[in-house]
């Protein structure tokens, strides 16, 4: 067990990326407190998975772009676990492709909230509660590369993501450390919704492993930077992408 009694929190817990994390960390011990908007379901069932094997879990529904609901996840988990140790800002989405001629400022202020500025509550409302642990971000390749088409308000959001991971790293250490995760092409609903099949298959055909990521390697090294396997690492960025993009 690399995670013995610690208590953790992931926000989008109910599917995909989200939802094999906090199986993979429960799975290593930890305790795991669960944020979900609008996949209840989901939630319900990684709750059931995790308890199955023996496990502890709470699921919370709330909107992380309202400060009430953040605090109230927090309060919540430390009132049922007794604290938080790991926080994985893992909620966030593209919302739409939109190009920037025909992007209005309510989408773009829309897709910052969701990926920036709910990472920014959660996290300022998870480190008045922590003395020690750590901190891991979903970023994105977007972040570095600036996204496929219509994608610049997410890239940018996600690029605003891998600085502050680097800048919080700083503030915060060295009891709390802070990295982030820079995915690819994995295959969740993410893609299901908003990239065309060809583009999958074309990805396939050209990255190195010939094939697209699966939300276990995503949660393999979310644990990996959770745990003290990584002791030595803060402030990085880690790319996720089957060798398709070096930086």
Not at 64 to 81: M, S, W
Request: overall charge negative; hydrophobic content about 45%.
């Amino acid at each position: 067990m690399k995670l013995p009694g610690k208590t953790a929190i992931v926000t989008g817990g109910g599917r995909d990326i989200g939802r094999a994390v906090a199986i993979k960390l429960a799975s290593e011990g930890a305790n795991v407190a669960i944020n979900y908007f609008s996949s209840s379901n989901g939630a319900e069932e990684t709750v059931a998975a995790i308890e199955a094997n023996g496990g502890k879990a709470i699921a919370l529904q709330g909107d992380l772009n309202k400060k009430a609901d953040v605090d109230a996840l927090v309060f919540r988990t430390v009132e049922t676990f007794g604290g938080v140790d790991i926080l994985v800002n893992n909620a966030g989405g593209l919302i739409a492709r939109k190009t920037i001629a025909e992007m209005s400022v309510e989408h773009w202020d829309a897709v910052m909230t969701l990926n920036l500025t709910s990472t920014f509550l959660m996290t300022q409302a998870c480190l008045s509660r922590m003395t020690s642990g750590t901190i891991v971000n979903l970023a994105s390749q977007a972040g570095r590369d600036g996204g496929g088409p219509g994608a610049v308000a997410y890239a940018t959001a996600k690029g605003a993501v891998m600085t502050m991971t680097r800048g919080l790293a700083k503030e915060v250490g060295p009891d709390i450390r802070v990295n982030a995760l820079c995915p690819g092409m994995i295959d969740t609903d993410f893609h299901n919704i908003h990239t065309p099949d060809a583009g999958r298959r074309g990805f396939e055909a050209n990255a190195p492993l010939k094939r697209q990521g699966h939300v276990d390697d995503a949660a393999n090294l979310v644990l990996f930077l959770a745990c003290e396997d990584s002791a030595f690492i803060t402030g990085a960025n880690i790319d996720l992408n089957g060798g398709m993009l070096f930086s």
